[in-house]
Structures are given as structure tokens and as C-alpha cells.
């Protein structure tokens, strides 16, 4: 049961098993070659993991539908979406929900020129890997980055940059947990915008990173 009293993303106990956790998070596997990525496996170890051969559509990507994508680096977006592929999509994720993670996932190895691109990656797989390996990576990133928390900062750190001070943010987090916690409603990105008095970019990716947290206070 939540305590109403409770003010801030901090305060909140979720407390959700991790069986829980995986059911909810979305994964999403985007590689050109079906065989290398064992997602099968992974649905039958209770994973919610969806294929994709090519990036079918950017707009559920950037708007946070998927909770990890697993992006193959190589031969998965079409020219006129990407100049640079994989990499380029990696990059423009980035910037639209810097809290996506994302695993970069290829058999090709890179000079350091590229090295920017893949430090943006929140973890790296080789090409082919093994279901344990596969599990351990993923694992590892629910655990630490599958959190109202870690959303919520990341949030905080786009406002403040954005000219938001301490008392707006306090008041518009009390208001969301408010809200989250009655399973009411969330702000639309024209709202955040007016309330915060920010661009209509960064509204957006406010936006995204709120529907990122309202997912773990969905009952099943």
C-alpha cells in the first residue's frame, strides 16, 4: 500500500519483485540477423522482449515505448533515416530521451574515432552472445537503471538546465507523485511546457521520461 504523505520519487517504496520488474520492462531487440540474438530464450524465461530485422518506426522509439533497446550497430536503419546506421540512431536517441537505455550489440570491432557513439551506449554486447550473457546484461541494467529514480533524475538535471529553479521543481515532482499514486492522469507536453515555462523540445523529453516512471505505478 502507498502512504499519500509521501512527497517526492525518493520517498516512494515500490518494492516490486524482480519477476515483476521483467514482466514490465520492454525490451526491444533491432538486428539484422534473426539468428544472433537468442530473444526466443528470453521470452520463455519470462522476459518481455519484442523483434525488429530493421527499425521499423523512430516516433516509438524516441518516445520511450520500449524500456531497453538492443540496437545492432550495422544494418538496421535504411540511408535516408541514418547516414551513420546503427550509430546515428543511437546518437539521435540520445538527445530525444537521454535515460533510453540502449545496449549496442554488433560482432565489429571499432577504432577510437567512434568511441563517442559508443559511450553513449549504457552497455555493449558482442555479436553472438550466449542467453547467461544476454540475462546478465540485462539483469544488471533493471536493477540499477529501471527505476522511477533514475528517471526522475534525469528529469531534473534537463529542467535545471532548462532555468526551472528549486521551487518550481519541487512543486511539479509533488504534483506528479500526487497524481501517480491516484493513478491519475499525467501532464501533456503543451502543459509542461506552460507550467515550467520551457521549450516545447524539452517538454517533450520531460514527457517521455514521466511516462518512463508512471509505468511503475501501473497495477496488474
Known amino acids: 500500500m502507498f502512504s499519500f504523505h509521501q512527497k517526492t520519487f525518493d ?3 515500490l518494492e516490486l519483485p524482480f519477476n515483476e520488474i521483467r514482466k514490465r520492462a520492454r525490451i526491444l531487440v533491432i538486428d539484422d540477423d534473426e539468428e544472433a540474438f537468442p530473444y526466443g530464450l528470453l521470452q520463455k524465461e519470462g522476459y518481455n522482449v519484442q523483434y525488429w530485422s530493421k527499425i521499423e518506426t523512430l516516433r516509438d522509439l524516441e518516445n520511450g ?6 540496437l545492432d550497430i550495422f544494418g538496421v536503419a535504411p540511408a535516408e ?3 551513420n546506421d546503427g550509430l546515428g540512431v543511437l546518437e539521435h536517441l540520445k538527445k530525444h530521451n537521454p535515460a533510453q537505455l540502449v ?14 557513439f559508443w559511450s553513449l551506449a549504457d552497455d555493449y554486447l558482442g555479436k553472438p552472445s550466449s542467453l547467461i550473457t544476454c540475462k546478465e546484461k540485462i539483469d544488471a541494467l533493471l536493477r540499477e537503471k529501471f527505476t522511477p529514480q533514475h528517471y526522475w533524475s534525469t528529469a531534473v538535471k534537463l529542467m535545471q538546465e532548462s532555468g526551472v529553479n528549486g521551487k518550481q521543481l519541487s512543486g511539479f515532482e509533488k504534483k506528479l507523485v500526487k497524481s501517480m499514486l491516484k493513478k491519475q492522469s499525467q501532464p501533456s507536453k503543451e502543459m509542461i511546457a506552460q507550467t515550467l515555462a520551457i521549450s516545447h523540445h ?14 511503475f505505478f501501473i497495477t496488474t
Open 81 to 83: 533515416m541514418s547516414t
Open 103 to 116: 545496449i549496442a550489440y554488433s560482432g565489429q570491432k571499432y577504432d577510437l574515432s567512434q568511441a563517442n
Open 202 to 215: 524539452s517538454a517533450a523529453t520531460i514527457w517521455v521520461l514521466i511516462q518512463s516512471i508512471a509505468k
Open 11 to 13: 520517498q516512494v517504496k
Open 65 to 70: 515505448e520500449f524500456d531497453i533497446i538492443v
